[in-house]
């Protein structure tokens, strides 16, 4: 019997590199040229996993965090009233995240537009009235 080494070939590895060259090469001029896009969906997707995470503290505690209270009532429980009885251990998020321009992401109940407002500014980071806001009344979840 012939002793069969195990493992690669050169030329397999270098099949699999130049594979991998092409496929960057289509994949990532395409990925690189909608960065705007990829901040609005990370952003997007950033407010959904907050609403819920949210909702979650309202369905144990009964209420919502308050503005003052913030979304770091998600993260570290509330001492200010209404002080939530039944406050997951833990919290709700490990932490909070920025949004992809580098900002807190805001938070108001009662809110403009719902029960809660979860938003960010932005890439101007203005202020509400700006177009480029993004919040939970404006998040199609599709």
């Not at 919502?64 to 998600?74: E, F, M, S």
């Not at 509330?78 to 321009?101: C, F, I, M, N």
């Amino acid at each position: 019997m012939k002793n069969k080494s195990l493992g690669f070939t050169l030329v397999e590895v270098m099949v699999v590199v130049v594979i991998l060259g092409i496929l960057a090469a289509v994949v990532v001029p395409k990925v690189m040229s909608r960065p705007d896009q990829a901040r609005l969906v990370k952003a997007k997707q950033d407010i959904m996993s907050i609403e819920n995470a949210v909702e979650l503290y309202r369905l144990d505690n009964g209420v919502y965090p308050t503005t003052d209270q913030g979304l770091q009532a998600l993260v570290l429980k509330p001492t200010s009233d209404p002080v939530p009885r039944q406050w997951k251990a833990g919290g709700y998020v490990k932490r909070l995240p920025l949004d992809p321009w580098g900002r807190e992401y805001q938070y108001l109940q009662p809110g403009q537009h719902g029960e809660i407002d979860i938003y960010s500014l932005g890439k101007s980071g203005d202020s509400m009235s700006d177009t480029n806001v993004i919040g939970n009344w404006n998040n199609d979840r599709s």
